[in-house]
Protein backbone atom coordinates (compact mmCIF):
# COMPACT_ATOMS: atom_id res chain seq x y z
CA UNK A 1 0.00 0.00 0.00
CA UNK A 2 2.75 2.35 1.00
CA UNK A 3 4.32 2.24 -2.54
CA UNK A 4 0.88 3.05 -4.06
CA UNK A 5 0.34 5.99 -2.04
CA UNK A 6 2.93 8.06 -4.19
CA UNK A 7 0.79 7.29 -7.29
CA UNK A 8 -2.38 7.76 -5.88
CA UNK A 9 -0.95 11.13 -4.49
CA UNK A 10 0.55 12.53 -7.76
CA UNK A 11 -2.57 11.21 -9.46
CA UNK A 12 -4.43 14.10 -7.28
CA UNK A 13 -2.20 16.76 -7.43
CA UNK A 14 -2.38 16.59 -10.78
CA UNK A 15 -6.28 16.72 -11.11
CA UNK A 16 -5.97 19.60 -8.53
CA UNK A 17 -3.05 21.41 -10.33
CA UNK A 18 -5.57 21.10 -13.63
CA UNK A 19 -8.62 22.70 -12.28
CA UNK A 20 -6.00 25.14 -10.25
CA UNK A 21 -6.86 24.15 -6.67
CA UNK A 22 -5.07 23.66 -3.93
CA UNK A 23 -5.27 20.44 -2.09
CA UNK A 24 -6.62 22.12 0.44
CA UNK A 25 -9.47 24.15 -1.47
CA UNK A 26 -10.30 21.15 -3.13
CA UNK A 27 -10.88 19.36 -0.18
CA UNK A 28 -13.43 22.83 0.87
CA UNK A 29 -14.91 22.47 -2.98
CA UNK A 30 -15.52 18.54 -2.40
CA UNK A 31 -17.18 19.23 0.78
CA UNK A 32 -19.65 21.70 -0.62
CA UNK A 33 -23.67 21.76 -1.94
CA UNK A 34 -25.09 24.54 -3.70
CA UNK A 35 -28.34 23.98 -2.39
CA UNK A 36 -27.28 23.52 1.36
CA UNK A 37 -24.37 26.48 2.62
CA UNK A 38 -22.45 24.63 5.39
CA UNK A 39 -21.29 27.09 8.77
CA UNK A 40 -17.64 27.85 8.13
CA UNK A 41 -16.85 26.29 11.34
CA UNK A 42 -18.98 23.06 10.30
CA UNK A 43 -15.87 23.29 7.41
CA UNK A 44 -13.24 23.90 9.79
CA UNK A 45 -14.32 20.95 12.08
CA UNK A 46 -14.54 18.39 8.47
CA UNK A 47 -11.12 19.83 7.24
CA UNK A 48 -9.51 19.25 10.59
CA UNK A 49 -8.27 23.21 10.76
CA UNK A 50 -8.52 26.10 12.85
CA UNK A 51 -11.70 28.63 11.34
CA UNK A 52 -9.10 31.10 9.92
CA UNK A 53 -7.41 28.77 7.59
CA UNK A 54 -10.78 28.36 6.09
CA UNK A 55 -11.53 32.10 5.71
CA UNK A 56 -8.18 32.16 3.55
CA UNK A 57 -9.66 29.65 1.55
CA UNK A 58 -12.89 30.91 1.40
CA UNK A 59 -11.88 34.47 0.63
CA UNK A 60 -9.49 32.76 -2.54
CA UNK A 61 -12.08 30.78 -3.95
CA UNK A 62 -14.87 33.75 -3.19
CA UNK A 63 -12.74 35.76 -5.76
CA UNK A 64 -12.57 33.26 -8.45
CA UNK A 65 -16.69 33.02 -8.09
CA UNK A 66 -16.53 29.38 -7.44
CA UNK A 67 -18.21 30.15 -3.83
CA UNK A 68 -20.08 32.40 -1.49
CA UNK A 69 -20.90 33.26 1.84
CA UNK A 70 -23.84 34.49 3.54
CA UNK A 71 -24.89 35.27 6.76
CA UNK A 72 -26.68 32.18 8.44
CA UNK A 73 -30.94 33.17 9.05
CA UNK A 74 -30.98 32.24 12.27
CA UNK A 75 -27.42 33.75 13.77
CA UNK A 76 -26.07 36.79 11.34
CA UNK A 77 -22.69 36.37 12.95
CA UNK A 78 -22.26 32.65 11.20
CA UNK A 79 -21.02 32.98 7.78
CA UNK A 80 -22.71 30.29 5.68
CA UNK A 81 -20.37 29.07 2.76
CA UNK A 82 -21.91 27.85 -0.41
CA UNK A 83 -20.97 26.54 -3.74
CA UNK A 84 -22.37 29.19 -7.00
CA UNK A 85 -23.32 27.83 -10.46
CA UNK A 86 -19.66 27.74 -11.65
CA UNK A 87 -18.34 26.47 -8.60
CA UNK A 88 -20.88 23.39 -8.86
CA UNK A 89 -19.61 23.47 -12.62
CA UNK A 90 -16.29 23.09 -11.08
CA UNK A 91 -17.18 20.53 -8.42
CA UNK A 92 -18.64 18.13 -11.23
CA UNK A 93 -15.26 18.09 -13.12
CA UNK A 94 -13.71 17.58 -9.89
CA UNK A 95 -15.47 14.58 -8.98
CA UNK A 96 -14.87 13.21 -12.24
CA UNK A 97 -11.68 13.22 -12.76
CA UNK A 98 -10.90 12.43 -9.78
CA UNK A 99 -12.82 9.49 -9.96
CA UNK A 100 -10.78 8.05 -12.79
CA UNK A 101 -8.39 5.29 -11.97
CA UNK A 102 -5.04 6.28 -11.13
CA UNK A 103 -2.24 5.06 -13.55
CA UNK A 104 -1.24 2.15 -11.82
CA UNK A 105 -5.23 0.53 -12.16
CA UNK A 106 -4.99 0.96 -15.90
CA UNK A 107 -1.93 -1.74 -15.89
CA UNK A 108 -4.84 -3.97 -14.49
CA UNK A 109 -7.65 -6.06 -16.04
CA UNK A 110 -11.04 -4.99 -16.03
CA UNK A 111 -11.81 -7.84 -14.01
CA UNK A 112 -8.37 -7.42 -11.78
CA UNK A 113 -10.02 -3.76 -11.22
CA UNK A 114 -13.22 -4.92 -10.11
CA UNK A 115 -11.65 -7.54 -7.66
CA UNK A 116 -9.28 -4.43 -6.07
CA UNK A 117 -12.36 -2.46 -5.90
CA UNK A 118 -14.30 -5.35 -3.68
CA UNK A 119 -11.17 -5.90 -1.65
CA UNK A 120 -10.48 -1.91 -0.96
CA UNK A 121 -14.33 -1.68 0.22
CA UNK A 122 -14.17 -4.82 2.26
CA UNK A 123 -11.20 -3.30 3.95
CA UNK A 124 -12.94 0.11 4.88
CA UNK A 125 -16.02 -1.62 5.57
CA UNK A 126 -18.45 -0.60 3.16
CA UNK A 127 -20.69 -3.02 1.26
CA UNK A 128 -20.39 -3.73 -2.77
CA UNK A 129 -23.89 -1.36 -3.01
CA UNK A 130 -22.89 1.42 -1.11
CA UNK A 131 -21.33 3.18 -3.97
CA UNK A 132 -21.21 3.67 -7.71
CA UNK A 133 -19.88 0.69 -9.73
CA UNK A 134 -16.18 2.50 -10.76
Known sequence: MFRLLPSVRNHLLAVWAELDLTPAQARLVERLDADHPLPMTELANALCCDASNVTGLVDRLETRGLIERAASPDDRRVKMIALTKAGAVLQAALRKR?????????????????????????????EPGDHEER
Not at 100 to 126: H, N, V, W, Y
Open 98 to 126: VSELPPFMTSLSPSEQETLRDILRKAQGT
